[in-house]
């Protein structure tokens, strides 16, 4: 199966800009998607944006304007690139990887990375 790694989390201050990455360990087949989730303590696990193969782009409205996803399926990275971050995008961020070849489906999560924005 495919195995995904984030990286790029970070402490930042407000007003910052951070750039994440999500590596899958091979090639994605299919027609799939890809996100972006975030949680923060005490709180539910949260869509912060997806892409698909389109590629078609959605955020939520909390990051709308200030964050940008985008994938590169020649090197099977996903990236999201955050700017003016405030203490709320404080959380852990996890990719995500879902999608069907034929009759199978598949859904896969990387371990997370935290992004602390704090002054």
């Known amino acids: 199966q495919v195995q995904l790694a984030e990286s790029g989390g970070d402490l930042v201050r407000p007003g910052g800009s951070l750039r994440l990455s999500c590596a899958a360990s091979?090639?994605?087949?299919?027609?799939?998607?890809m996100g972006w989730y975030r949680q923060a303590p005490g709180k539910e696990r949260e869509l912060v944006a997806v892409i698909t193969s389109g590629p078609r782009t959605n955020y939520a409205d909390s990051v709308k304007g200030r964050f940008t996803i985008s994938r590169d399926n020649v090197k099977n990275t996903m990236y999201l690139q955050m700017n003016s971050l405030t203490p709320e995008d404080t959380a852990v961020y996890y990719c995500?990887?879902?999608?069907?070849?034929?009759?199978?489906?598949?859904?896969?999560w990387g371990q997370g990375t935290q992004v602390t924005v704090s002054s």
């Open positions: 091979r090639r994605i087949f299919g027609s799939n998607v």
């Open positions: 995500n990887v879902r999608g069907r070849v034929g009759l199978a489906e598949y859904d896969y």
